[in-house]
Antibody, heavy 122, light 106 residues
Framework: EVQLVESGGGLVQPGGSLRLSCSASGFTFSSYAMHWVRQAPGKGLEYVSAISSNGGSTYYADSVKGRFTISRDNSKNTLYLQMSSLRAEDTAVYYC???????????????WGQGTLVTVSS | DIQMTQSPSSLSASVGDRVTITCQASQDISNYLNWYQQKPGKAPKLLIY???NLETGVPSRFSGSGSGTDFTFTISSLQPEDIATYYCQQYDNPTTFGPGTKVDIK
């Protein structure tokens, strides 16, 4: 069974930093592209970032480009999202998402974690 | 960027009713469209992929159709457990979600 478990969320002040982690199991993590998708309270889904299976290729939404960094450690079956220069508008539940695609992202989301809440507030 | 619109933004229907949601892309996306269901407090779940293919384990009362810019999602007979928000998502270039349609029971 595919499992994605996010951690690292919490309350952070504007301008601060936070690192999210996603522990994956139930599939060959190193074979699949992975993503982060977020959802502000009471709002819709917003795409954040993608990473290829070997970590060699990444993609960022314009809203986070230059502030967020996606990475992965295939030896630990873990996906990361390093967030810096955080703003109030980054407040959201952040979901770790598995891609159907082997290797490069296909942006086809077949499994989602339960999410971790990030709150940016003073 | 490809923009996605959905209508209606919300609807209320009776158990057993046929429910239809439409999704429109701002440019041709072929059949690169998925539909997700999100129940309150839960993560989204993939229901339909490539516009019309039912994900494994999803009840057959859910269906999707369309190509190009216009797509339709249908629940043939609404059930109480279908109360959720439904999102379309294009993955042609690279990806965008629609704003969602909230479905309630009348």
């Amino acid at each position: 069974e595919v499992q994605l478990v996010e951690s690292g969320g919490g309350l952070v002040q504007p301008g601060g930093s936070l690192r999210l982690s996603c522990s994956a199991s139930g599939f060959t993590f190193s074979s699949y592209a992975m993503h982060w998708v977020r959802q502000a309270p009471g709002k819709g889904l917003e795409y954040v970032s993608a990473i290829s299976s070997n970590g060699g290729s990444t993609y960022y939404a314009d809203s986070v480009k230059g502030r967020f960094t996606i990475s992965r450690d295939n030896s630990k079956n873990t996906l990361y999202l390093q967030m810096s220069s955080l703003r109030a508008e980054d407040t959201a539940v952040y979901y770790c998402v598995k891609d159907r695609g082997v290797g490069s992202p296909e942006y086809y989301f077949d499994y989602w974690g339960q999410g971790t809440l990030v709150t940016v507030s003073s | 960027d490809i923009q996605m619109t959905q209508s209606p933004s919300s609807l209320s229907a009776s158990v057993g009713d046929r429910v239809t949601i439409t999704c429109q892309a701002s440019q041709d996306i072929s059949n690169y469209l998925n539909w997700y269901q999100q129940k309150p407090g839960k993560a989204p779940k993939l229901l339909i992929y490539d516009a019309s293919n039912l994900e494994t384990g999803v009840p057959s009362r859910f269906s999707g159709s369309g190509s190009g810019t216009d797509f339709t999602f249908t629940i043939s007979s609404l059930q109480p457990e279908d109360i959720a928000t439904y999102y379309c998502q294009q993955y042609d270039n690279p990806t965008t979600f629609g704003p969602g349609t909230k479905v309630d029971i009348k």
